[in-house]
């Protein structure tokens, strides 16, 4: 049976060309737009995670208020006993103090005088210590461009395109001015080990990454941090778990007044830089795109169905006349329209996969666009294909071939067999 | 007849100026004595800034030698972790010594916005023209009294795009010539500070401001107290305190 419709289907391609195209190009773009999506989502959120968010991140109550800000007057006091105590009670995640710093870089000439300076977005982290995570997080050991990680203290690592900017390299002395944690002047002279690009041009522009412990010292901050990050060991941001989490946490540490300003409070990934907008976004733009590929497909292929009983009204009226039941009738236009709809969805998907994988590999370079973002978003953003992309455009493409097939052959019912010698003389 | 008339307008002329409104100065004026009242070629300060933050209060004290309105030197003379910091101010630019990393550093760019030792006080607040006639034009909006003093109360719109504050309204008290009061905006009409004297003391022949309150409108905390502990007038101050050399 089966043999039977293939060969009808490939040698009459008026009745099988459309619907097949269709759906293989609905399901195409159906996968590459899942990948695409999928991979420049999980693009922002893992840089957002691992730059700036963490899966959970803790600050003071006033802090948290002006986040954006960094303000480092309203930093967690007490760093340590707190690190303690989370590594102890959530061992799930590993914790990571952190400190941003704004200020001038200021380099000097052969008189110890301002030769160039910028201003510079700085970002404290542990970098010396070997249970670290920060290296692997930032991926630090790819971003070197020049010179070498840190080694000793005192030595920080400038963007790439800001030690450009300022004529400096690995062996330079940038001098950071700044304010401590109690407003103070924070001047102190660090030595370049390396340049890095992150690829992400919030971070390119007037990057510095320097150790914790010299950062502490320069700015007054002693057992104190801006904010600690948790990541679980995964790397899996899990929402819930997350969100519970923080809940716990701060259902403990309810303090009140002054003394509660101060008082740590856990925020979410969900939770910070309307990345919970992002990703609810996602998420309503792949129910809507699948809602979309369904209806759509459906109807182009009821559509195509109509045509085609239209053109073959002849050949289902001496079908029925030579005693096929419509039943058996309706049943071979469905199987048809099931070949039709496999090999078009396979063929789709192989198509769709094809070309993620190739944005996977390659993907597209969009930094011109970001010279001026601030969020955490790399300059080059690549699909990802996961086993979602396999099925996210097989299954509807199958199912809108049936569906399409399904109503549009109710029209066989409607065929009378005792009007069809009349059909016929006329 | 005649003589009763004469005698009637002699009567009306001298009652006349009861009845009318009171004229008022010239805004231009006030703000002129106000600048004479506090200029002085030469001047050297000690004072001690009280910085009342979120985390609590701390205090910086410090020497500055004033020369005209272009020249200033200034030296941190406490709490240890700023002694030895200085700054100077030369023909438009501010340079700072740290001891701790022996550099002298031009602060420039959006650095000139951030505030002096963690106050209410920006460096691009010190770096302004002292004197305020030449930076804004002056109305006068009218007469208040603020802590008991009678003042003329005045509108200053900036001369030029590049002054830092686009308008003020300050209190001058009409008989010291002080400016009591002063709130400062920025172009959208936003306040972004304000500055209350406290207490004000004649020295050297002049009225001179002794406790200020500063308040940045923009950040928490109690703004920082400003106190005058010395001032000396047209004082003697050598050519070489305003050049780098002496912030090393």
Known sequence: MIRFLLKGLLRDRSRSLLPFATVALGSMLTVVGFSWLNGAISTIVEASANFSAGHVKIMSRAYANEADQAPNDLALDGVASLLAELRRDHPALVWTPRIKFGGLIDIPDDKGETRAQGPAAGLAIDLRSAASPERRLLNLDKAVVRGRLPEHPGEILVSDAFAARLGIGPGSTATFIGATMYGGMAVRNFTVSGTLRFGIAAMDRGAVLADIADVREALDMEDAAGEVLGFYRDALYRKKEAAALAAAFNGDRRGDGDAGEFAPVMVTLHEQAGLGQTLDFASAVYTLMLVLFILVMSIVLWNAGLMGSLRRYGEFGIRLALGEDHGRLYRSLIAEGAIVGLLGSAVGTALGLAVSYYLQAKGLDIGSMLKNASMMITDVLRARVTTTSYIIGFVPGLAATFLGKAVSGIGVYKRQTSQLAKEFEA | ?248
Not at chain 2, 147 to 160: H, K, N, Q, Y
């Open chain 2, 1 to 248: 007849m005649k003589n009763r008339t004469v005698l009637l307008l002699l009567a009306l002329a001298a009652i006349a100026p009861a009845f009318l409104p009171a004229q008022e100065p010239d805004g231009e004026a006030i703000l002129r004595r106000v600048d004479e009242n506090m200029g002085s070629d030469n001047k050297i300060t000690t004072s001690t800034m009280t910085i009342h933050g979120r985390r609590g209060s701390r205090s910086v004290r410090s020497k500055s030698w004033i020369r005209g309105r272009t020249q200033s030197f200034t030296e941190y003379l406490d709490p240890p972790r700023e002694k030895g910091t200085k700054m100077l101010k030369l023909e438009g630019q501010l340079w700072t010594y740290a001891p701790s990393s022996d550099r002298t550093i031009l602060i420039s760019g959006h650095m000139l916005r951030q505030p002096v030792m963690g106050s209410d006080l920006s460096y691009e607040d010190m770096m302004e023209d002292p004197r305020l006639a030449v930076l804004y034009t002056a109305t006068v909006a009218g007469r208040e009294d603020y802590e008991g003093r009678p003042c003329w109360v005045l509108d200053l719109a900036s001369r030029g795009e590049e002054i830092a504050y686009f308008r003020r309204k300050i209190w001058v008290d009409r008989e010291r010539s002080v400016v009591l009061r002063e709130e400062r905006f920025a172009k959208s009409g936003k306040l972004l500070k304000t500055t209350e004297v406290e207490s004000v003391e004649r020295q050297g022949g002049r009225f001179v401001p002794t406790r200020i309150v500063f308040k940045d409108a923009l950040k928490e905390g109690g703004g920082t107290e400003f106190v005058l502990e010395s001032i000396e007038f047209d004082a003697a101050i050598p050519d070489h305190v305003f050049t780098k050399a002496s912030l090393r």
